[in-house]
C-alpha cells in the first residue's frame, strides 16, 4: 500500500474514487489516521486521505447547527464551540491515547465514521442522533447528499444514520451537518468512594432515575480508578462511583448537595467541579483507565449492554477471563482488558467466550484495541449471520459493488 | 399525482389470492368485500382515495412472514398500515396491492424498568406506552397531535416527532430495537435494549422508511422517568417578529426548553374558540413555552425566559401556577388542527422546516401566497426546531378549491426549500411531496436513497409509489456505469 491519493475537494475525492472503480483498486480511507487501529486490519492498493477536506463552512450558534469538511480536526471544532459557550452534546471521546497517539487528535469525519459518543450517551444520545446531513462519494464514484441543516427532517431516507458508524465502507463523507448544544453553565462530578459492584449498580439505576437529572454514572474499579490524574480518585485506594451533574450554577450546586445527602448512607462523598469534573469524564469516556497496551491492556473490548445487565455481565466476563473491566454509560458501557493469554497467537485471546457472555446479556461487543493479527483472527464488530448478514452484504454492495472502500474494515470479505 | 399503472392481471386474481391468504391468516382476517374495503381507502391525507385489492389483519409475526412470503412469491405488492393516520399518504391503498394491517400485533410484551425499555407489538398506539408505565412514573417521550391513534409502528414508518423533540427527539432517538420480517418472509432484528445497536445503523435506515423496506413486527422504545417539575409559559406578542426574536434568544442564552411552540393570530383565536385556554386572542403570536427538570433548574429557567420575552416584547407573559393550568396552555395548541378545522369544511396540513432565523420572512411570504390565492391560512409552528404547520383553509366542495389548496401548499415548501429547509418535518413523502423531491435532492442522490430499498426490498413490492418521483428497477440502479473521474461527469442542478 505505497501510493497515497490525497485529493483537495469532493470533485477530487469524487474522481480518486471513480477511478479506483474503474482500475479495480481498493482504498484505505483516512482522515488523520488516529483510528486506524480501530477495526479489522485493510489491505488496500492505495491509501486514500481525506485530510485536506477540512474546515468549518457554516456556524449558525442561534441555529444550534455546524456543518464541516470531513476533515477538520476536532480540537478546531472544540475550539469554535467554545467561543460561542457551545458544545457536541454526544461529548466524542478522544481515542488517540488508547492507540498511543497524542491526544487532541482526530477529526469530525472520524467521530462520525466510527459513532464515536462519550459519557454523556445516554442521556443526550450518540453521534449518529447529531448528525443532520452528510455529504458523501459512495464506492460507485458518484457524490450524493443527504438531510440538511435542520433538526427536523423526514425527506427522504435518513442516509446520514446509514453512514454514520459504517466505517468508510459504503461511502467516503466528505462534509458533514450536525447538532451543537449550549454548554451548560456549571458542571460538577459527585464521587462516592468503596462501592461494590452490585450496590454501584444500584446506585446508578437510583441516580438516573432520580430527582437530581444526572448526565453521566459511571463506576471505576479500585485498578482503573487508581490510573486516573486526579488526585481524589487515584488515591481513593478503592472503587469510585461518579455521577454528574450538569446545568446553571445555583440549581447544580444545590443538586450536589442534594444528591451528596442521599448518597451518604452509602459511604464517603467528594465532588469534583469545572475543570476537574471535565477531566475526570475525559479519562472515564475514552478507555485510558485500563491497563496499556504491554502492560496487560493488550486487547481491550468496548461492549454495549442494557444498562441493568452491565455491572452482572462485565463481571462474569472478569470472572471468566480475567484482567479489568470499568463502566461507563450508568452500566450501558463496560471497557474490559482480559488477562493476556500466555499463548495469545494459538488462541482468540477469550473472543468467543467473551461474546457468548455478551450475547446472553443482551448485547454486543466490538474489540477496540487488539495487535493488528489478533484484529485480522478475532472479528472486531459482532459477527451477524443469518438473514442480517445477508442484508449488510447487500447494503455493501449497492452503495460499493466492487469493494473498493475500506476492504474487511468491518466484516471479514465485506 | 400518478400512482404505478396497477397490473390488472393480479386484480383479475383477486378472488384466488383471498383463498389463498385464508390459508395463511384466519379467515377473518381477510377483508375483500367492496363495502369494507372502504374503510381502507385513504389515511390522514383525505385528498386521495384507492380501495385496496385486499386488506390482511395478522396478529402475529408468522402470520406477517407467512403472507410477505406468499406475496414475495406470486409478486404482488404490499402496503403496509398502522392506524391509518398519515397526513402524505403513507398508507395509500394499490388497486393491485395488498393493505397489510398492522393494528392487531397490539400487545405490549415487555416492560423492564431497570433498563428503561417496552417491548411491543406495532399497532400499540403511542400514548399506550406511556399509559402503560406512568403508574411508574415513567413515560414515552416523542408526542405526535396524533398519539391517542396513531400506532408505535407507524411512529417508527414515519419518524414521528412532537411538540417535545426539541429537547427529547423524534422516534429515531428513542428507538432501541426492532424485529422486522423482510418481503421474502425472513425475520431480522435489530437492535435490543442496549443503547449502541451493533453492525450497520439499519435501525437508523429504517426509522422514517415509510413502509418501503420491510415491516416492523415489534418495537423496543427508550421511556424516561417523568421530570420532577414541568412548568408552562404563555408569552403573546403583536408581532411574529417579537415572538421569532424570543425564540432565537432562548437559545443563544442557552436554554433548551422541552418545547417551544408558537401560534399566529388566527391559530390563536381559533383555538380560543375551541377550547378556551385562556389565550390572549388580541396577539399576533403567542409562544407556549415548556421548562422541566429538576426544580430548582425549573426556577431558574423561568426567570430567564421570562426576562428574555419581555425583552422580546411580550405583551403578555403567564407561567401555569398548577398541573391543571400547565395542560390547560397545550388544551389549546394540542387541539389547533380542529380548532382551525371549523373555520373551513377542509383544510390542507403542511410540515416543511426552516431554519428558526428565517421565521419571520416564512410568514410574510406565506400571509402574501394567502392573498394571491385567495385561501386563509393559519399557522402552528413547532418553534424550537423549526418545524412549520401552515393549515390551508379551503372548501373542497368549491370547484378548484382543492387544486389551488395543493398549490398553494406547493409553494410554501418551495419556500422552505428556498431559505434552507426541507419539505417535511415529522410528516413524511408519502404520496404528498413525492413529486417535490426533485426540488431537494439530485438524482443521484435519489439513486442512492433507491438502492438502500434495493438491499431490502430488491423486487419492489413493498409500499411502491410512496417517497420517490420516479421508480427505477433495482436492477438498472444495481448497474456500474464505469467512468474515470477526469471523463465529465455532468453534476445536476440543485434547485
Given at each position: 500500500?505505497?501510493?497515497?491519493?490525497?485529493?483537495?475537494?469532493?470533485?477530487?475525492?469524487?474522481?480518486?474514487?471513480?477511478?479506483?472503480?474503474?482500475?479495480?483498486?481498493?482504498?484505505?480511507?483516512?482522515?488523520?489516521?488516529?483510528?486506524?487501529?480501530?477495526?479489522?486490519?485493510?489491505?488496500?492498493?492505495?491509501?486514500?486521505?481525506?485530510?485536506?477536506?477540512?474546515?468549518?463552512?457554516?456556524?449558525?450558534?442561534?441555529?444550534?447547527?455546524?456543518?464541516?469538511?470531513?476533515?477538520?480536526?476536532?480540537?478546531?471544532?472544540?475550539?469554535?464551540?467554545?467561543?460561542?459557550?457551545?458544545?457536541?452534546?454526544?461529548?466524542?471521546?478522544?481515542?488517540?491515547?488508547?492507540?498511543?497517539?497524542?491526544?487532541?487528535?482526530?477529526?469530525?469525519?472520524?467521530?462520525?465514521?466510527?459513532?464515536?459518543?462519550?459519557s454523556?450517551?445516554p442521556?443526550?444520545?450518540?453521534?449518529?442522533?447529531?448528525?443532520?446531513?452528510?455529504?458523501?462519494?459512495?464506492?460507485?464514484?458518484?457524490?450524493?447528499?443527504?438531510?440538511?441543516?435542520?433538526?427536523?427532517?423526514?425527506?427522504?431516507?435518513?442516509?446520514?444514520?446509514?453512514?454514520?458508524?459504517?466505517?468508510?465502507?459504503?461511502?467516503?463523507?466528505?462534509?458533514?451537518?450536525?447538532?451543537?448544544?449550549?454548554?451548560?453553565?456549571?458542571t460538577r462530578t459527585v464521587l462516592l468512594f468503596g462501592e461494590t459492584p452490585a450496590d454501584a449498580a444500584a446506585t446508578m439505576e437510583g441516580a438516573v432515575d432520580g430527582p437530581s437529572?444526572i448526565s453521566a454514572a459511571a463506576y471505576l474499579p479500585q485498578k482503573a480508578a487508581a490510573r486516573s490524574g486526579l488526585d481524589d480518585v487515584a488515591r481513593a485506594g478503592g472503587p469510585v462511583t461518579a455521577l454528574r451533574l450538569?446545568?446553571?450554577?445555583?440549581?447544580v450546586?444545590?443538586r450536589t448537595v442534594a444528591l451528596r445527602a442521599a448518597l451518604a448512607t452509602s459511604g464517603e462523598t467528594e465532588e469534583l467541579h469545572?475543570?476537574r469534573s471535565r477531566v475526570f469524564w475525559a479519562e472515564a469516556g475514552?478507555g485510558v483507565l485500563l491497563p496499556?497496551?504491554?502492560?496487560g491492556?493488550?486487547?481491550?473490548?468496548?461492549l454495549?449492554l442494557?444498562p441493568a445487565q452491565g455491572i452482572a455481565g462485565g463481571g462474569m466476563i472478569q470472572q471468566?477471563?480475567g484482567g479489568e473491566v470499568s463502566f461507563d454509560w450508568a452500566g450501558g458501557l463496560v471497557w474490559c482488558a482480559?488477562a493476556?493469554?500466555?499463548?495469545?497467537?494459538?488462541?482468540?485471546?477469550?473472543?468467543?467466550?467473551?461474546?457468548?457472555?455478551?450475547?446472553?446479556?443482551?448485547?454486543?461487543?466490538?474489540?477496540?484495541?487488539?495487535?493488528?493479527?489478533?484484529?485480522?483472527?478475532?472479528?472486531?464488530?459482532?459477527?451477524?449471520?443469518?438473514?442480517?448478514?445477508?442484508?449488510?452484504?447487500?447494503?455493501?454492495?449497492?452503495?460499493?459493488?466492487?469493494?473498493?472502500?475500506?476492504?474487511?474494515?468491518?466484516?471479514?470479505?465485506? | 399525482?400518478?400512482?404505478?399503472?396497477?397490473?390488472?392481471?393480479?386484480?383479475?386474481?383477486?378472488?384466488?389470492?383471498?383463498?389463498?391468504?385464508?390459508?395463511?391468516?384466519?379467515?377473518?382476517?381477510?377483508?375483500?368485500?367492496?363495502?369494507?374495503?372502504?374503510?381502507?381507502?385513504?389515511?390522514?391525507?383525505?385528498?386521495?382515495?384507492?380501495?385496496?385489492?385486499?386488506?390482511?389483519?395478522?396478529?402475529?409475526?408468522?402470520?406477517?412472514?407467512?403472507?410477505?412470503?406468499?406475496?414475495?412469491?406470486?409478486?404482488?405488492?404490499?402496503?403496509?398500515?398502522?392506524?391509518?393516520?398519515?397526513?402524505?399518504?403513507?398508507?395509500?391503498?394499490?388497486?393491485?396491492?395488498?393493505?397489510?394491517?398492522?393494528?392487531?400485533?397490539?400487545?405490549?410484551?415487555?416492560?423492564?424498568?431497570p433498563?428503561?425499555?417496552?417491548?411491543?407489538?406495532?399497532?400499540?398506539?403511542?400514548?399506550?406506552?406511556?399509559?402503560?408505565?406512568?403508574?411508574?412514573?415513567?413515560?414515552?417521550?416523542?408526542?405526535?397531535?396524533?398519539?391517542?391513534?396513531?400506532?408505535?409502528?407507524?411512529?417508527?414508518?414515519?419518524?414521528?416527532?412532537?411538540?417535545?423533540?426539541?429537547?427529547?427527539?423524534?422516534?429515531?432517538?428513542?428507538?432501541?430495537?426492532?424485529?422486522?420480517?423482510?418481503?421474502?418472509?425472513?425475520?431480522?432484528?435489530?437492535?435490543?435494549?442496549?443503547?449502541?445497536?451493533?453492525?450497520?445503523?439499519?435501525?437508523?435506515?429504517?426509522?422514517?422508511?415509510?413502509?418501503?423496506?420491510?415491516?416492523?413486527?415489534?418495537?423496543?422504545?427508550?421511556?424516561?422517568?417523568?421530570?420532577?417539575?414541568?412548568?408552562?409559559?404563555?408569552?403573546?406578542?403583536?408581532?411574529?417578529?417579537?415572538?421569532?426574536?424570543?425564540?432565537?434568544?432562548?437559545?443563544?442564552?442557552?436554554?433548551?426548553?422541552?418545547?417551544?411552540?408558537?401560534?399566529?393570530?388566527?391559530?390563536?383565536?381559533?383555538?380560543?374558540?375551541?377550547?378556551?385556554?385562556?389565550?390572549?386572542?388580541?396577539?399576533?403570536?403567542?409562544?407556549?413555552?415548556?421548562?422541566?427538570?429538576?426544580?430548582?433548574?425549573?426556577?431558574?429557567?423561568?426567570?430567564?425566559?421570562?426576562?428574555?420575552?419581555?425583552?422580546?416584547?411580550?405583551?403578555?407573559?403567564?407561567?401555569?401556577?398548577?398541573?391543571?393550568?400547565?395542560?390547560?396552555?397545550?388544551?389549546?395548541?394540542?387541539?389547533?388542527?380542529?380548532?382551525?378545522?371549523?373555520?373551513?369544511?377542509?383544510?390542507?396540513?403542511?410540515?416543511?422546516?426552516?431554519?428558526?432565523?428565517?421565521?419571520?420572512?416564512?410568514?410574510?411570504?406565506?400571509?402574501?401566497?394567502?392573498?394571491?390565492?385567495?385561501?386563509?391560512?393559519?399557522?402552528?409552528?413547532?418553534?424550537?426546531?423549526?418545524?412549520?404547520?401552515?393549515?390551508?383553509?379551503?372548501?373542497?366542495?368549491?370547484?378548484?378549491?382543492?387544486?389551488?389548496?395543493?398549490?398553494?401548499?406547493?409553494?410554501?415548501?418551495?419556500?422552505?426549500?428556498?431559505?434552507?429547509?426541507?419539505?417535511?418535518?415529522?410528516?413524511?413523502?408519502?404520496?404528498?411531496?413525492?413529486?417535490?423531491?426533485?426540488?431537494?435532492?439530485?438524482?443521484?442522490?435519489?439513486?442512492?436513497?433507491?438502492?438502500?430499498?434495493?438491499?431490502?426490498?430488491?423486487?419492489?413490492?413493498?409500499?411502491?409509489?410512496?417517497?420517490?418521483?420516479?421508480?427505477?428497477?433495482?436492477?438498472?440502479?444495481?448497474?456500474?456505469?464505469?467512468?474515470?473521474?477526469?471523463?465529465?461527469?455532468?453534476?445536476?442542478?440543485?434547485?
Amino acid at each position: 500500500m505505497d501510493r497515497l491519493i490525497e485529493p483537495a475537494d469532493e470533485d477530487g475525492l469524487r474522481t480518486a474514487i471513480a477511478d479506483a472503480v474503474a482500475d479495480k483498486r481498493t482504498l484505505a480511507v483516512s482522515g488523520q489516521g488516529t483510528k486506524a487501529g480501530l477495526g479489522r486490519p485493510v489491505e488496500a492498493q492505495a491509501r486514500l486521505s481525506v485530510a485536506r477536506l477540512s474546515g468549518i463552512v457554516h456556524y449558525a450558534p442561534d441555529e444550534l447547527v455546524m456543518e464541516a469538511g470531513a476533515a477538520t480536526p476536532m480540537a478546531e471544532i472544540e475550539a469554535a464551540l467554545d467561543e460561542c459557550g457551545q458544545q457536541l452534546a454526544f461529548e466524542p471521546p478522544d481515542l488517540g491515547p488508547l492507540y498511543g497517539q497524542p491526544p487532541g487528535g482526530g477529526t469530525i469525519g472520524g467521530v462520525i465514521a466510527c459513532n464515536l459518543s462519550g459519557s454523556r450517551r445516554p442521556f443526550a444520545g450518540a453521534a449518529r442522533d447529531h448528525v443532520l446531513g452528510i455529504r458523501a462519494v459512495s464506492g460507485r464514484g458518484e457524490v450524493f447528499a443527504s438531510g440538511g441543516r435542520v433538526v427536523k427532517n423526514v425527506t427522504g431516507y435518513d442516509m446520514s444514520k446509514l453512514l454514520t458508524g459504517s466505517y468508510g465502507t459504503l461511502a467516503v463523507l466528505s462534509l458533514v451537518t450536525f447538532k451543537v448544544a449550549p454548554r451548560p453553565e456549571a458542571t460538577r462530578t459527585v464521587l462516592l468512594f468503596g462501592e461494590t459492584p452490585a450496590d454501584a449498580a444500584a446506585t446508578m439505576e437510583g441516580a438516573v432515575d432520580g430527582p437530581s437529572d444526572i448526565s453521566a454514572a459511571a463506576y471505576l474499579p479500585q485498578k482503573a480508578a487508581a490510573r486516573s490524574g486526579l488526585d481524589d480518585v487515584a488515591r481513593a485506594g478503592g472503587p469510585v462511583t461518579a455521577l454528574r451533574l450538569e446545568g446553571s450554577r445555583e440549581g447544580v450546586a444545590e443538586r450536589t448537595v442534594a444528591l451528596r445527602a442521599a448518597l451518604a448512607t452509602s459511604g464517603e462523598t467528594e465532588e469534583l467541579h469545572g475543570r476537574r469534573s471535565r477531566v475526570f469524564w475525559a479519562e472515564a469516556g475514552s478507555g485510558v483507565l485500563l491497563p496499556k497496551a504491554g502492560e496487560g491492556g493488550d486487547m481491550v473490548w468496548r461492549l454495549s449492554l442494557p444498562p441493568a445487565q452491565g455491572i452482572a455481565g462485565g463481571g462474569m466476563i472478569q470472572q471468566a477471563l480475567g484482567g479489568e473491566v470499568s463502566f461507563d454509560w450508568a452500566g450501558g458501557l463496560v471497557w474490559c482488558a482480559p488477562a493476556p493469554a500466555e499463548n495469545p497467537e494459538a488462541v482468540d485471546g477469550g473472543a468467543e467466550k467473551l461474546r457468548r457472555i455478551v450475547i446472553e446479556h443482551g448485547g454486543h461487543a466490538t474489540l477496540v484495541r487488539a495487535p493488528e493479527a489478533v484484529r485480522r483472527r478475532v472479528p472486531v464488530f459482532q459477527p451477524e449471520g443469518g438473514a442480517l448478514a445477508a442484508l449488510t452484504r447487500r447494503v455493501k454492495e449497492n452503495f460499493d459493488p466492487r469493494g473498493v472502500l475500506n476492504p474487511g474494515r468491518m466484516f471479514e470479505g465485506l | 399525482m400518478e400512482m404505478p399503472a396497477p397490473d390488472h392481471r393480479i386484480i383479475s386474481r383477486r378472488r384466488q389470492i383471498a383463498r389463498s391468504l385464508r390459508r395463511l391468516v384466519p379467515a377473518d382476517a381477510v377483508i375483500d368485500r367492496a363495502a369494507e374495503l372502504s374503510a381502507y381507502e385513504s389515511d390522514g391525507f383525505t385528498a386521495y382515495r384507492q380501495k385496496p385489492l385486499i386488506t390482511v389483519l395478522p396478529v402475529d409475526r408468522d402470520e406477517v412472514a407467512a403472507v410477505l412470503r406468499y406475496c414475495a412469491d406470486e409478486g404482488i405488492k404490499i402496503v403496509p398500515r398502522g392506524a391509518g393516520t398519515s397526513l402524505s399518504g403513507g398508507a395509500l391503498p394499490l388497486a393491485d396491492g395488498i393493505t397489510l394491517g398492522l393494528a392487531r400485533l397490539n400487545r405490549i410484551t415487555d416492560i423492564d424498568y431497570p433498563n428503561r425499555a417496552v417491548t411491543c407489538g406495532p399497532g400499540v398506539t403511542n400514548l399506550a406506552i406511556s399509559t402503560a408505565v406512568s403508574s411508574r412514573g415513567y413515560y414515552y417521550a416523542p408526542d405526535p397531535s396524533s398519539q391517542v391513534a396513531c400506532t408505535i409502528g407507524g411512529n417508527v414508518a414515519e419518524n414521528a416527532g412532537g411538540v417535545h423533540c426539541l429537547k427529547y427527539g423524534l422516534t429515531t432517538n428513542n428507538l432501541l430495537g426492532l424485529e422486522l420480517v423482510m418481503m421474502g418472509g425472513e425475520v431480522v432484528r435489530l437492535g435490543g435494549k442496549q443503547f449502541d445497536a451493533a453492525g450497520l445503523d439499519l435501525l437508523g435506515a429504517m426509522t422514517g422508511s415509510e413502509g418501503l423496506l420491510a415491516i416492523v413486527t415489534e418495537v423496543t422504545v427508550r421511556i424516561l422517568k417523568t421530570p420532577a417539575r414541568a412548568v408552562a409559559f404563555l408569552a403573546g406578542f403583536d408581532s411574529v417578529e417579537n415572538a421569532a426574536r424570543c425564540v432565537g434568544e432562548v437559545i443563544a442564552a442557552g436554554i433548551i426548553p422541552a418545547a417551544m411552540e408558537m401560534m399566529d393570530g388566527p391559530a390563536i383565536r381559533a383555538a380560543e374558540a375551541f377550547v378556551g385556554a385562556g389565550y390572549p386572542t388580541e396577539a399576533e403570536a403567542l409562544l407556549i413555552i415548556e421548562a422541566d427538570g429538576p426544580e430548582v433548574e425549573v426556577a431558574a429557567a423561568t426567570a430567564r425566559i421570562e426576562l428574555i420575552a419581555r425583552r422580546a416584547g411580550a405583551t403578555t407573559f403567564r407561567v401555569s401556577g398548577s398541573e391543571a393550568e400547565r395542560l390547560a396552555f397545550w388544551a389549546g395548541r394540542k387541539s389547533a388542527f380542529p380548532a382551525v378545522g371549523r373555520l373551513a369544511p377542509d383544510y390542507y396540513c403542511m410540515d416543511g422546516t426552516i431554519p428558526r432565523a428565517s421565521l419571520p420572512l416564512v410568514l410574510t411570504r406565506i400571509t402574501e401566497l394567502s392573498r394571491e390565492y385567495g385561501l386563509a391560512v393559519a399557522n402552528v409552528f413547532h418553534a424550537g426546531d423549526g418545524n412549520l404547520h401552515p393549515l390551508i383553509l379551503y372548501d373542497a366542495n368549491k370547484d378548484g378549491e382543492l387544486r389551488r389548496a395543493e398549490a398553494f401548499g406547493t409553494d410554501i415548501l418551495r419556500l422552505c426549500v428556498e431559505v434552507g429547509g426541507v419539505l417535511t418535518g415529522e410528516h413524511g413523502v408519502g404520496v404528498e411531496k413525492r413529486d417535490l423531491m426533485a426540488e431537494v435532492f439530485t438524482e443521484d442522490d435519489l439513486k442512492h436513497q433507491q438502492r438502500l430499498k434495493c438491499a431490502f426490498d430488491p423486487d419492489g413490492l413493498l409500499n411502491p409509489g410512496k417517497v420517490f418521483p420516479t421508480l427505477h428497477r433495482c436492477a438498472e440502479l444495481g448497474r456500474l456505469h464505469v467512468h474515470r473521474g477526469q471523463v465529465p461527469h455532468p453534476e445536476l442542478e440543485r434547485f
